[in-house]
């Protein structure tokens, strides 16, 4: 119950094209998922995070989509480029504990 | 503003002797800080919770006495690895939580220390 599946592991995009990155869940509990990009070497930043109450947000040229009768949430790349290509992890938490679950990632590669 | 550092950033120490890892958030007073490790192509996995002033909190199958934690600020926590082996080759992360509004969910990440025990 406290696992979040991601998909897929690993996807490869046209410069130009849209990425697209889904998460599932169990836990009702949770009330947090951010989106991390990670780059090889690194440590995970944050790209964008929404809460339940809401269903979509975007920021540039990123969104997430949230469907909270299904338990999923996505990740849209709009006009993906070269050096969008990295790992990406979605997550969820719960407020009081702040523990971050992390999705299986997804390795995304984006061709000139 | 929300930078984590970890220091050092790579170690590469002999089978049996003890590593310590530092995280510090430098623009921001952690009230949390977690520990991740990271396998080759794989996800992160949470090791273990810390709050500034109290025992850090293990998560199951951690070995606490393997690995000390200490959050004596808030500001930073080190990880010691003690009597490092072979199998303990990973790639150590922490991040920070800060406390403000909003902002409470979110953790800031370092950018990680890789270890390497021959």
């Known amino acids: 119950q406290q696992q979040v599946k991601q998909s897929p592991q690993s996807l490869i995009v046209q410069k130009g094209g849209i990425s697209i990155i889904n998460c599932a869940y169990e836990?009702?509990?949770?009330?947090?998922f951010p989106w991390y990009q990670q780059f090889p070497g690194k440590g995970p930043a944050l790209l964008i995070a929404?809460?339940?109450?809401?269903s979509e947000k975007k920021e540039g040229r990123f969104t997430i989509s949230f469907n909270k009768s299904a338990k999923q949430f996505s990740l849209h790349i709009m006009d993906s480029q070269p050096g969008d290509s990295a790992t990406y992890f979605c997550?969820?938490?719960?407020?009081?504990?702040?523990?971050?679950?992390f999705g299986t990632g997804t390795r995304l590669k984006v061709l000139a | 503003g929300a930078v984590v550092s970890q220091h050092p950033s790579r170690v590469i120490c002999k089978s049996g002797t003890s590593v310590k890892i530092e995280c510090r958030s430098l623009?921001?007073?952690?009230?949390?800080m977690f520990w991740y490790r990271q396998f080759p192509k794989q996800s992160l996995m949470l090791m273990a919770t810390?709050?500034?002033?109290?025992?850090?909190?293990?998560e199951q199958g951690v070995e606490k006495d393997k690995f000390l934690i200490n959050h004596a600020s808030l500001t930073l926590s080190t990880l010691t690895v003690t009597s490092a082996h072979p199998e303990d080759s990973s790639f150590y992360i922490c991040?920070?939580?800060?406390?403000?509004?909003?902002?409470?969910?979110?953790?800031?990440f370092g950018p990680g220390t890789r270890l390497t025990v021959l």
């Open positions: 997550a969820a938490s719960t407020s009081g504990t702040y523990k971050y679950i």
């Open positions: 810390s709050n500034e002033g109290s025992k850090a909190t293990y």
């Open positions: 623009d921001f007073q952690a009230t949390t």
């Open positions: 836990n009702t509990a949770f009330d947090y």
């Open positions: 929404i809460r339940p109450d809401v």
């Open positions: 991040s920070a939580r800060g406390t403000q509004g909003a902002r409470r969910d979110e953790q800031f």
